[in-house]
C-alpha cells in the first residue's frame, strides 16, 4: 500500500491513478493531520509526500511531518516530492531520513522507477543468491569482497543509482559492470564515462551530443553519452572532478532523465540506470562546498565500498597466478612458475596502486623472465624497493616535483593531459602543484 500526501487534489489525483495502473494500492492524504492520523492506524510499504502545504513554501511542515511520519513508521521509505527551485528543502528531507526526493514536474516513467526501486529494496523478502550471479572476471574469495559482490547481487535488479567508493586501481569499474551485467539491462548499452578527462569547455557536447553546425566545427549531428547508453546503463567514473558549473547540468538530467543537444531546442527523453565512482571524499567536499549536496544525495542512494588490495592479502596468489596465465598467453609465451619468495614478497607489498599496480608487475616479469619467475625480477622494478626489514615502501624512481614538471611540459600545460600521462586525476594533479608550488 502507498500514501500519497499533497494538498493538491489535482496531484492526488494523477498519482493516484499511474500508481494504481501500476498495480499498486493508493491512499491519499490532503494535510498533516489526516496523514499522521493514517500512518497511526496501518502499516504503508511507500510514502509520497509534498513538502509545501497551504500558502507556505518553506517546506518547514513539511519536515516536520517527515520527522513525524518516521517515528510511526521508521521503516518505511519516504520520497519527496518538491519544486526544482526547491531542492535544498529535499535534501534537508534526506537528512532528515527521507529515501529519496522527485522534482515537479515529474516524468512518470522516472517516478514509477523510483517506486519500484524504493519497493524492492524495502521488501522483508530480499533476493536470495540464486547461484546465476555472474562475477564479470571479478578474481578472489577474500571475506570482504564476497560480501561486496553479495550486496551487487541483491541490489542489480533494482533500478537504485550506485556510488561505488574506492582507491584508484581497485577495480571499481569491474564492479559497475556487474551491476549492469547482473541487471534486467544487461543486453543493453553499458557506457562508461571517465568525467576527470572531459575538459568543462566539451561537457555538454560529450555528454548531451550537438546537432551539425551547433558550433564551429560540428560538421555532422553527433550523439552524447547518455543518448548512447539509452536503455542501459551509464558509467559515471571520476565523478568527485566534475567542475561545479557541470554539476548543476548532470544534476537536471539524472532528476529528470531529460536533456538538450547542443544546437537543439527539444528536450530528448532517455532510460538509463546510473552508477557512479569516485576515490574522492565527497562527505568532505560537499563540506568544503567544491561538490553540490544535492547531486550527492542524488547520486549516493546505495553506496559500496571497493577493499583496497592491502585490505584483501589472501586474495593476491589468485591475483598473480590469473595474471600471469593472461600475459604468458596474450604474449604467446609458456605459463611460467612462480617462486614462494616471490610470492612472499609480492604479498608483502603496500600496492598504493592496489591491483592495477599488481597487474603491471606481474605483466612485465612475464615478459622479462624465463621460465620461473623470483624475487629479484620484481623487487628491481622501478616504483618498488624492500628495506631489508621486511617492510616494503613504493617510492618513485625520479621526485615527484619532476615527474609532475616533465608531464606539465609534454602536454604544454594541459592539465587533463597531464594528470592522464601521470596516472592521476586533475584534482590530485592541482594539490600536488600546490604542495610543489608549480603553476
Excluded at 523478502?125 to 562475477?135: I, V
Excluded at 546537432?211 to 560540428?218: P, Q, W
Excluded at 532517455?270 to 568544503?288: F, G, H, S
Aim: charged fraction near 25%.
Amino acid at each position: 500500500m502507498i500514501l500519497v500526501i499533497d494538498d493538491d487534489e489535482a496531484i492526488r489525483m494523477s498519482l493516484g491513478l499511474m500508481l494504481r495502473r501500476a498495480g499498486y494500492d493508493v491512499e491519499s492524504a490532503e494535510n498533516p493531520e489526516e496523514a499522521l492520523a493514517l500512518v497511526r492506524e496501518r502499516q504503508y510499504d511507500l510514502i509520497l509526500m509534498d513538502m509545501n502545504y497551504g500558502r507556505r513554501t518553506t517546506g518547514e511542515e513539511g519536515i516536520a511531518l517527515l520527522l513525524k511520519v518516521k517515528i510511526f513508521q521508521p521503516e518505511t521509505p519516504v520520497i519527496l516530492i518538491t519544486a526544482w527551485g526547491s531542492i535544498e528543502l529535499a535534501v534537508e528531507g534526506m537528512k532528515a531520513g527521507a529515501y529519496d526526493f522527485i522534482t515537479k514536474p515529474w516524468v512518470n516513467r522516472v517516478l514509477l522507477q523510483r517506486v519500484e526501486t524504493a519497493m524492492n529494496l524495502n521488501s522483508k523478502n530480499e533476493k536470495e543468491a540464486t547461484g546465476s550471479f555472474d562475477r564479470c572476471g571479478i578474481i578472489g574469495k577474500n571475506k570482504g569482497l564476497e560480501e561486496l559482490l553479495s550486496t551487487v547481487e541483491r541490489i542489480a535488479s533494482t533500478e537504485a543509482p550506485v556510488l561505488i567508493l574506492g582507491e584508484n586501481g581497485t577495480g571499481k569499474e569491474l564492479i559497475a559492470n556487474a551491476i549492469h551485467k547482473n541487471s534486467r539491462r544487461s543486453k543493453n548499452p553499458f557506457v562508461m564515462v571517465n568525467l576527470g578527462g572531459i575538459s568543462q569547455t566539451l561537457f555538454e557536447s560529450e555528454m548531451f551530443g550537438h546537432a551539425k553546425g551547433a558550433f564551429t566545427g560540428a560538421v555532422a549531428a553527433r550523439k552524447g553519452r547518455f543518448e548512447m547508453a539509452d536503455g542501459g546503463t551509464i558509467f559515471l567514473d571520476e565523478i568527485g572532478d566534475l567542475d561545479m558549473s557541470c554539476q548543476v547540468k548532470m544534476l537536471r538530467v539524472l532528476q529528470q532523465h531529460t536533456f538538450e543537444p547542443l544546437g537543439e531546442s527539444r528536450a530528448k527523453k532517455v532510460d538509463i540506470r546510473v552508477v557512479c565512482a569516485t576515490n574522492a571524499d565527497l562527505q568532505t567536499m560537499v563540506a568544503e562546498r567544491t561538490f553540490r549536496e544535492d547531486l550527492f544525495y542524488r547520486i549516493n542512494l546505495i553506496t559500496l565500498r571497493v577493499p583496497a588490495l592491502r585490505d584483501r592479502r589472501d586474495d593476491i596468489p589468485l591475483l598473480v597466478r590469473h595474471f600471469i596465465r593472461n600475459s604468458a598467453a596474450a604474449n604467446g609465451l609458456g605459463i611460467p612458475e612462480i617462486s614462494a619468495e616471490a610470492m612472499e614478497y609480492l604479498i608483502r607489498l603496500p600496492y598504493s596502486g592496489n591491483i592495477r599496480q599488481l597487474k603491471n608487475m606481474v605483466e612485465r616479469a612475464v615478459l622479462i623472465s624465463g621460465d620461473k619467475l623470483e624475487k629479484d625480477v620484481f623487487s628491481s622494478q622501478p616504483g618498488v624497493e624492500d628495506t631489508g626489514t621486511g617492510i616494503v615502501a613504493g617510492r618513485l624512481v625520479e621526485t615527484e616535483k619532476s615527474v609532475i614538471e616533465k608531464a606539465l611540459e609534454q602536454s604544454e600545460g594541459n592539465m587533463t593531459q597531464a594528470a592522464r600521462i601521470l596516472g592521476i586525476t586533475r584534482q590530485t594533479l592541482y594539490r600536488r602543484m600546490e604542495k610543489y608550488g608549480l603553476k
